[in-house]
C-alpha cells in the first residue's frame, strides 16, 4: 500500500482503484520527505571527513592544486544536477541525501585511485589514458588534428578514449585523481539520468528503492567512478535511456534528440554495446509505441528511423567486434574465443555452452549472481557478493511486481526497453570467464535490471 505524507495535496491523491503518481507526474510541491532531510546531515559530515582522510592517504600533495580545480568544477556539476536534474521532477528528494551521494561518490573514486597506484602499482587503463591523452594534448594545442589519422594506441576503443582525455587536457590541466573526480561526476550524471527515466515510468513511491540503488550501491560507486570507459558508457547510457523514455512514454520528440546522442556518444566508445541499445529500442517501438499508435505515420516514418538506426549500429558493431557475419557459427566462435581469452587468474571460473537450454540458464544465473559468498577470494569479490545478495533479495520481495510488469509490457515502453537491453547485455557478458570482469561490466546492466521490478 503506498503511503503519503500529510503534506501532499489532496488534489494527487490517489482515488481508489488508481495507482500512485510519482511526484515528476504529479508535480506537487515538496513533501514531508524534503522536510526531514536535515536528517543526512550528520552522515554527510562523517561521509566528507572519511574524503578528506583518505586524500591525504592515497593522493600526493604535489597532486592537489590541479585535483582541487576539478573537485571544484564537480562540486558545481553536482549542485547544477540537483537543482535542475533531481529538484524539478523529485521535489522530495532531500538536498543532503545527495550531498551523501555525491561524497560517496568521491570516496569510491578515491578508492579506485588509490587501489590505481597503490595496490595496483599504476598498472591499469586509466594511467594510460592520462599519459597518452597528454601527447595528443600537445598536438590539439598546436591545433594539429591529422594525429587522428594515424595514432592509434591498443583497440579502437581504447584510442578513442585516449583522442577524448587529449581533447580535455587540451584546455585543463592534466591530473590523475582531479581526472578520476572528473569522471565520478560524469558517472553521477548518468545516474540522475536513470533515475529521472525512472520518475518519468514509475505509477507509485517504488522509485524510492530504486534511488537507494542508483545512487549507493558500491559496485556503482566504484566501477564508474575513475578515468576510463566504465563512467563514460555510463553516462551515456543514462543519456540515452532517459531520451527514449521521454519519446516513447511523454511523445517528447527532443527526447529522441537526448537518445541519439547517447546512442552516439557510446558508439564513439564501445559500438557493440550502442548496438544492443538500439535493438533494445526497436524491441521497444514495435512492441509498445506501434501498438498505442493512432497514426500510420508513426509506423512508416518512425518504423523506417528505428529500423535505419539499428541497422547502422549493429554493422558498427559487427566490425568492432571483428565477426565475419552474423551467422550462428560466426557468433559461437566469437564466443569461444572470449571465454577463453578471459578465463584465467584467481577469479575465473568454468564456462559452459550457453548455446544450449541448461547452459544458457546457468550461464545467465553466473552473470547475475556471482560470484556467491563462498565463491568469494578476496575482499573486493566478497563485498560485491554480500552486494548481489541484497539486490537479489529486493527483486524476490519484489517479484509481484516484476510480474505484473511482463503482462503489461505491451503497454509500457520503459519496461519492454529495458527488458531487452537486460537480456542482451546479459547474454553478452556470458561470454566472459572471469568473475572480476563479470562484477565490472554488470553495473552497466542493473539500472535497466531494476527498473522491471518497480
Known amino acids: 500500500m503506498v503511503r503519503y505524507p500529510k503534506t501532499i495535496s489532496k488534489a494527487i491523491v490517489p482515488q481508489p482503484g488508481r495507482r500512485a503518481s510519482p511526484p515528476a507526474a504529479a508535480g506537487g510541491s ?14 554527510v559530515l562523517l561521509a566528507a571527513l572519511v574524503f578528506v582522510l583518505l586524500l591525504t592517504v592515497a593522493v600526493p600533495v604535489v597532486e592537489w592544486p590541479g585535483m582541487f580545480f576539478y573537485l571544484a568544477i564537480v562540486l558545481g556539476l553536482a549542485m547544477l544536477l540537483y537543482v535542475k536534474g533531481i529538484k524539478p521532477v523529485d521535489p522530495g528528494f532531500p ?22 597506484t597503490d595496490v595496483y602499482n ?18 590539439y594545442r598546436a591545433f594539429d588534428f591529422s594525429v ?31 581526472t578520476f573526480f572528473l569522471y565520478a561526476g560524469m558517472a553521477l550524471a548518468g545516474a540522475v539520468l ?8 514509475a505509477t507509485d513511491d517504488s522509485y524510492k528503492i530504486y534511488r537507494w540503488f542508483i545512487f549507493f550501491l558500491p559496485s556503482i560507486l566504484f566501477w564508474p567512478s575513475s578515468l576510463g570507459k566504465d563512467a563514460w558508457i555510463f553516462f551515456c547510457s543514462g543519456l540515452a535511456t532517459y531520451g527514449w523514455v521521454l519519446y516513447v512514454g511523454k511523445q517528447q520528440v527532443r527526447g529522441l534528440v537526448w537518445a541519439g546522442l547517447g546512442l552516439v556518444l557510446v558508439n564513439f566508445i564501445r559500438p557493440h554495446t550502442a548496438a544492443f541499445l538500439a535493438i533494445a529500442m526497436g524491441f521497444s517501438f514495435f512492441l509498445t509505441v506501434t501498438h498505442r499508435a493512432r497514426s500510420i505515420m508513426v509506423w512508416l516514418v518512425g518504423g523506417a528511423a528505428v529500423v535505419a538506426l539499428v541497422a547502422l549500429l549493429v554493422s558498427s ?5 571483428r565477426l565475419e557475419d552474423l551467422s550462428v557459427g560466426a557468433v559461437e566462435e566469437f564466443y569461444a574465443e572470449q571465454q577463453e581469452r578471459t578465463t584465467g587468474g584467481s577469479s575465473s571460473y568454468q564456462t559452459v555452452n550457453v548455446f544450449t537450454p541448461g547452459g544458457l540458464a546457468v550461464g545467465m544465473l553466473s552473470v547475475l549472481a556471482r560470484p556467491f559468498p563462498w565463491e568469494a577470494h578476496n575482499a573486493q569479490a566478497l563485498i560485491a557478493s554480500l552486494e548481489t545478495m541484497v539486490w537479489l533479495a529486493f527483486c524476490w520481495f519484489r517479484r509481484g ?37 563479470i562484477a565490472r561490466q554488470r553495473v552497466v546492466v542493473l539500472p535497466f535490471w531494476w527498473m522491471l521490478f518497480l
Open 122 to 139: 599504476s598498472a591499469g587503463d586509466a594511467l594510460t589514458y592520462f599519459l597518452q591523452g597528454q601527447v595528443l594534448a600537445d598536438y
Open 194 to 201: 536513470f533515475y529521472r527515466a525512472v520518475l518519468l515510468s
Open 401 to 437: 511486481a516484476f510480474m505484473r510488469n511482463l503482462l503489461a509490457i505491451r503497454t509500457n515502453p520503459a519496461v519492454s526497453y529495458a527488458l531487452a537491453y537486460s537480456v542482451i547485455m546479459l547474454l553478452a557478458l556470458t561470454s566472459l570467464g572471469n568473475f572480476g570482469l
Open 30 to 43: 515538496a513533501t514531508a520527505e524534503s522536510g526531514d532531510g536535515r536528517r543526512y546531515a550528520p552522515l
Open 148 to 178: 587522428w589519422q594515424w595514432y592509434v594506441h591498443g583497440g579502437e576503443g581504447t584510442t578513442a578514449m585516449i583522442e577524448l582525455v587529449g581533447l580535455l587536457y587540451a584546455v585543463m590541466p592534466a591530473n590523475l585523481p582531479g
Open 317 to 321: 558493431g559487427v566490425d568492432f567486434l
Open 95 to 116: 538536498g543532503s541525501l545527495f550531498a551523501l551521494a555525491v561524497v560517496a561518490k568521491l570516496i569510491g573514486s578515491t578508492v579506485r585511485y588509490w587501489m590505481l
